[in-house]
């Protein structure tokens, strides 16, 4: 029965699980404050000279930046 199952491909090492794919892909591969540099600079920039409810636009960027490295922010 162990046989017929790898003969299927339904454990086969070559081709792994969609869902092991997403999860290896959406896992940070480095610490948040080292993430998105270029965003965080500009983020942090505009705050101070302009307080933090006039920069939202860059705020938004700088989030949306760390959901693709894999945060959940």
Do not use: Y
Request: proline residues 4%.
């Amino acid at each position: 029965m162990i046989g017929s199952q790898v003969q299927d491909g339904a454990c086969s090492l070559d081709q792994p699980n969609k869902d092991v794919v997403v999860i290896a892909e959406t896992k940070p591969k480095k610490r948040i404050c080292c993430a998105c540099p270029d965003t965080k600079k500009l983020r942090d920039e505009c705050i101070v000279e302009h307080g933090e409810s006039a920069c939202t636009k860059w705020i938004e960027a700088h989030i949306l930046c760390l959901r693709s490295e894999g945060f959940k922010v």
